[in-house]
């Protein structure tokens, strides 16, 4: 059975960093695509950042492109999100899942975790 699970967020001052984590259970970490997208309220999904499984691309979203970074251990069958330069917009709440990563999209399609809370505010 195919469970993600996120931790690592949290209430952070603008300027400053997180890393989440999402351990992915169920043996797909090689054999999907996967990711992190966000939730605001009042906003849509967007599709943040993601790896291709089989071309080895990432994808990153204008909005992050050089604040984070998408990292993977197999070993620990987690993903990472190392989030710097946090914005008051990055407030949000946070998903690892898996589905389609393009070379301009992160679409989450198959699964997904319940999210961590983003919180960027003085």
């Known amino acids: 059975q195919v469970h993600l699970v996120e931790s690592g967020g949290g209430l952070v001052q603008p300027g400053g960093s997180l890393r989440l984590s999402c351990a992915v259970s169920g043996g797909i970490l090689n054999s999907y695509n996967v990711g992190w997208f966000r939730q605001a309220p009042g906003k849509e999904r967007e599709g943040l950042t993601c790896?291709?499984?089989?071309?080895?691309?990432?994808f990153y979203s204008d909005s992050v492109k050089g604040r984070f970074t998408f990292s993977k251990d197999n070993a620990k069958n987690t993903i990472y999100l190392q989030m710097n330069n946090l914005k008051p917009e990055d407030t949000a709440v946070y998903h690892c899942?898996?589905?389609?990563?393009?070379?301009?999209?992160?679409?989450?399609?198959?699964?997904w975790g319940q999210g961590t809370q983003v919180t960027v505010a003085t």
């Open positions: 790896m291709n499984v089989h071309t080895g691309k990432f």
């Open positions: 899942a898996a589905g389609f990563c393009g070379d301009g999209s992160f679409t989450p399609s198959d699964y």
